[in-house]
């Protein structure tokens, strides 16, 4: 069973860097195929694919935030995070870390999902 747990900060003022971490437990993110997701909500909108890291630890970005989004892991910790830099009101959302079993499906649906973190960016 796959589990996924946001961590970070809850409010981050205007500027500055929005840094958040998902710890995985029950699969490695090493593993074949996997991909390691970051979703994002605002509040009355919907979701907003941001990034992901594969098992390989290639990464890819939404173009709209790819200039101010890194995602980044740490195996030894079996953890990925984000980084979204120079935030702003608009940064505001509910941040999602999620995972696909296998890129070789054609779905974009994760498969599993973390709770959600609600990060607040003001001053």
């Given at each position: 069973?796959?589990?996924?747990?946001?961590?970070?900060?809850?409010?981050?003022?205007?500027?500055?860097?929005?840094?958040?971490?998902?710890?995985?437990?029950?699969?490695?993110?090493?593993?074949?195929?996997?991909?390691?997701?970051?979703?994002?909500?605002?509040?009355?909108?919907?979701?907003?694919?941001?990034?992901?890291?594969?098992?390989?630890?290639?990464t890819?970005?939404?173009?709209?935030?790819?200039?101010r989004?890194?995602?980044?892991?740490?195996?030894?910790?079996?953890?990925?995070?984000?980084?979204?830099?120079?935030?702003t009101?608009e940064?505001?959302?509910?941040?999602?870390?999620?995972?696909r079993?296998?890129?070789?499906?054609?779905?974009?649906?994760?498969?599993?999902?973390?709770?959600?973190?609600?990060?607040?960016?003001?001053?």
């Amino acid at each position: 069973q796959v589990r996924l747990q946001e961590s970070g900060p809850g409010l981050v003022k205007p500027s500055q860097t929005l840094s958040l971490t998902c710890t995985v437990s029950g699969d490695s993110i090493t593993t074949d195929y996997h991909a390691w997701v970051w979703i994002r909500q605002p509040p009355g909108k919907g979701l907003e694919w941001m990034g992901v890291i594969t098992s390989d630890g290639a990464t890819h970005y939404s173009s709209s935030l790819k200039s101010r989004t890194s995602i980044s892991r740490d195996t030894s910790k079996n953890q990925f995070s984000l980084q979204l830099s120079s935030v702003t009101p608009e940064d505001t959302a509910v941040y999602y870390c999620a995972a696909r079993r296998s890129i070789l499906v054609p779905t974009t649906t994760p498969d599993y999902w973390g709770q959600g973190t609600q990060v607040t960016v003001s001053s």
